[in-house]
C-alpha cells in the first residue's frame, strides 16, 4: 500500500511541476490593454462634470419656478419634479 501511496504521490508532484512549467512559458501581453488618462483628458473631464452638474442645477431652479407658480404641493410636486429633471434640456 505504501508503494501505491508513494507513486501516486510522485505522480502528482511530476504534474504540478509540468503544469506549472507550461504556464511560465506564456509570453507577457505586450501592451497594457488601454492606455492611462492624459493630463489633458482628466482637465476636460473635469469641466464637463462641473458644466453637467450647473446645467443640472439650472434646469431644478427652473422646474420648481415652475411648480411655484402652478402653486404644486405634496404629491404632485414630487411627480412634477421627477417629470420635469428627467426631460432633456
Known sequence: ???LWCAAVVVAACSLI???GA?????PPSTPL????????KAAAKKKAAED???????????QKQA?????????LK???????????
Do not use: N, Y
Not at 23 to 27: G, K, N, V, Y
Not at 53 to 63: D, E, I, N
Not at 68 to 76: E, F, P, V
Open 34 to 41: 488601454s492606455p492611462p488618462p492624459s493630463v489633458g483628458d
Open 1 to 3: 500500500m505504501s508503494r
Open 53 to 63: 452638474r450647473k446645467m443640472k442645477k439650472q434646469k431644478t431652479a427652473g422646474c
Open 23 to 27: 504556464i511560465a512559458q506564456q509570453p
Open 68 to 76: 411655484k407658480d402652478q402653486k404644486l404641493a405634496g404629491a404632485a
Open 18 to 20: 509540468a503544469a506549472g
Open 79 to 89: 411627480t412634477f419634479m421627477t417629470t420635469c429633471t428627467s426631460s432633456p434640456l
